[in-house]
């Protein structure tokens, strides 16, 4: 009888430890880098939000990324799935037309990847892509395999916010800030060049090239 109830003490206490310890875990946040590879970061808290309807609260569990138009196999990944590629960082600054700029530490995978799983089809020049929030811009195709170009779901080390573009935003190295299009839900190879995001029907420069004018 004693060794029973010394058994299920035992048992007691073990449970209750592996409960504080379970507790402790889920209360553990991530920690914001300021440094990498002796560059100094910016805070993502510089990152400002100046997107067309403000920031989105997209439901992860339903959330889609789609991949469509010119491919062999149209997709549509969860998140989870899109983050089981592998995974890359680069240090990018966003330079935004409004004058101020920000130096951070992305994680993201390869927008190749993915465009690689899909077969792309021989006329394919341009990538499009699509927001949550009907925002929408364009990109050429050789620039985003050239460039190794990222969709990056981590700034400075932290998981993206609903502010800073969650679930993914487009880490558009040597472009204007309006080509890091956030909480992206669509993306379709095309043919068509010419093709006017939001901000391009506004008079917006469709290259955005850091070197030159953000207007055309």
């Known amino acids: 009888m004693l060794n029973k109830r010394f058994t299920l003490f035992v048992i007691s206490v073990l449970i209750l430890f592996a409960g504080c310890v379970s507790e402790r875990v889920n209360e553990l946040q991530s920690v914001e880098i300021r440094q990498y590879n002796g560059e100094n970061l910016s805070s993502f808290i510089e990152l400002r939000d100046v997107s067309i309807k403000g920031p989105q609260n997209i439901d992860i569990k339903s959330y889609r990324l789609e991949l469509s138009g010119l491919v062999n196999n149209p997709r549509k990944y969860t998140y989870d799935e899109v983050l089981a590629h592998q995974k890359y960082k680069k240090v990018v600054q966003i330079n935004c ?120």
């Open 97 to 216: 037309v409004e004058g101020w700029k920000s130096k951070n530490l992305w994680e993201g995978i390869l927008l190749k990847d993915v465009l690689d799983e899909a077969g792309l089809d021989p006329k394919a020049n341009t990538i499009i892509f699509y927001a949550y929030d009907g925002y929408s811009t364009s990109l050429p195709l050789e620039y985003i395999l050239d460039k190794n170009i990222l969709l990056g779901y981590k700034i400075n080390d932290i998981t993206l916010t609903p502010s800073t573009g969650y679930p993914f935003i487009l880490v558009a190295e040597d472009k204007w800030g309006y080509k890091w299009i956030k909480w992206i839900t669509k993306i379709e190879v095309s043919s068509n060049k010419e093709y006017g995001g939001y901000w391009e029907k506004r008079g917006y420069s469709n290259s955005a090239d850091l070197n030159k004018s953000f207007f055309d």
